[in-house]
Nanobody, 116 residues
Framework: QLQFVESGGGLVQAGGSLRLSCVAS????????VGWFRQAPGKERERVAS???????DYVDSVKGRFTISRDNTKNTAYLQMSSLKPEDTALYYC??????????WGQGTQVTVSS
């Protein structure tokens, strides 16, 4: 399958931290932008963070200073380090790569739940 595999989600208390991993399965994402997305029930999907092949990063305003995206091309893996988590961060988190003018190779997602 040409899709990412996400892991690392779970239940955490507000103020806690999690690190999500995103592994390319059956393809390489090393020369492409990789993005982390999230979608909560009743909410539109939003791009949380992205990283270019050269390591340039971008974040949605709501997570700046709290989340860090990184990648290890030798492991075909991207990461999302999440700190100071808030209940509003609760969502299903996905990763994807940007190819052919769109985001592709979506994984199944990993659930992040932040309790008060």
């Amino acid at each position: 399958q040409l899709q990412f595999v996400e892991s690392g989600g779970g239940l955490v208390q507000a103020g806690g931290s999690l690190r999500l991993s995103c592994v390319a399965s059956g393809f390489t994402a090393n020369n492409y932008n990789v993005g982390w997305f999230r979608q909560a029930p009743g909410k539109e999907r939003e791009r949380v963070a992205s990283i270019s092949g050269s390591g340039n990063t971008d974040y949605v305003d709501s997570v700046k200073g709290r989340f860090t995206i990184s990648r290890d091309n030798t492991k075909n893996t991207a990461y999302l380090q999440m700190s100071s988590l808030k209940p509003e961060d609760t969502a299903l988190y996905y990763c994807a790569r940007y190819q052919y003018g769109r985001w592709n190779n979506w994984g199944q997602g990993t659930q992040v739940t932040v309790s008060s």
